[in-house]
T-cell receptor, first 110, second 111 residues
Framework: KNEVEQSPQNLTAQEGEFITINCSYSVGISALHWLQQHPGGGIVSLFMLSSGKKKHGRLIATINIQEKHSSLHITASHPRDSAVYIC????????????FGTGTRLTIIP | DVKVTQSSRYLVKRTGEKVFLECVQDMDHENMFWYRQDPGLGLRLIYF???????EKGDIPEGYSVSREKKERFSLILESASTNQTSMYLC??????????FGSGTRLTVV
């Protein structure tokens, strides 16, 4: 079993829909990252969370430390949101190594 | 904004060649990382470094080595490239508790 599990693996939605991507992890963590990767390879860090909730534009990320679960929400989705979204955790063993989920491929249809 | 620059976007090398992948960051980050990304396997850590001249093996170090002679530069070396090292290579840097910045990746093909 992977230490970081994401669901769904693939998600196709119509433009304007509300999107939720889930991440569950099984280890103690000091932080959780949500990353975005567009076709072509570059990875952009969207959020780093250790508790609660963060919002940036149409993106919202939440984390529940007790339940070891995080969600990434996209409101009013747009075709330019089409990308792979990756959840990654930093364990609380005192280093900065990331453990990655396998990613969620999101496609927004106009 | 922090920038992490990888020297090549695409690279084609022959089997047996020694290959250098360079990564430079411009914000004095302590930590630097090399990952490879393969379909179905996701991102896997090859090597990382917490400080100049310090390095630690990640999950898949076999066939690779690294060099960090200066804080801003972290090089990944394929001593003798093989076809199973064809992959996307991503460099990243971080400052403790302040998030990660990734480079744009190097797509390496070994023929």
């Amino acid at each position: 079993k992977n230490e970081v599990e994401q669901s769904p693996q693939n998600l196709t939605a119509q433009e304007g829909e509300f999107i939720t991507i889930n991440c569950s992890y099984s280890v103690g963590i000091s932080a959780l990252h949500w990353l975005q990767q567009h076709p072509g390879g570059g990875i952009v860090s969207l959020f780093m969370l250790s508790s609660g909730k963060k919002k940036h534009g149409r993106l919202i990320a939440t984390i529940n430390i007790q339940e070891k679960h995080s969600s990434l929400h996209i409101t009013a989705s747009h075709p330019r949101d089409s990308a792979v979204y990756i959840c990654a955790v930093v364990s609380n063993f005192g280093n900065e190594k990331l453990t990655f989920g396998t990613g969620t491929r999101l496609t927004i249809i106009p | 904004d922090v920038k992490v620059t990888q020297s090549s976007r695409y690279l084609v090398k022959r089997t047996g060649e020694k290959v250098f992948l360079e990564c430079v960051q411009d914000m004095d980050h302590e930590n630097m990382f090399w990952y490879r990304q393969d379909p179905g396997l996701g991102l896997r850590l090859i090597y990382f470094s917490y400080d100049v001249k310090m390095k630690e093996k990640g999950d898949i170090p076999e066939g690779y080595s690294v060099s960090r002679e200066k804080k801003e530069r972290f090089s990944l070396i394929l001593e003798s490239a093989s076809t199973n090292q064809t992959s996307m290579y991503l460099c990243a840097s971080s400052m403790n508790n302040y998030g990660y910045t990734f480079g744009s990746g190097t797509r390496l093909t070994v023929v």
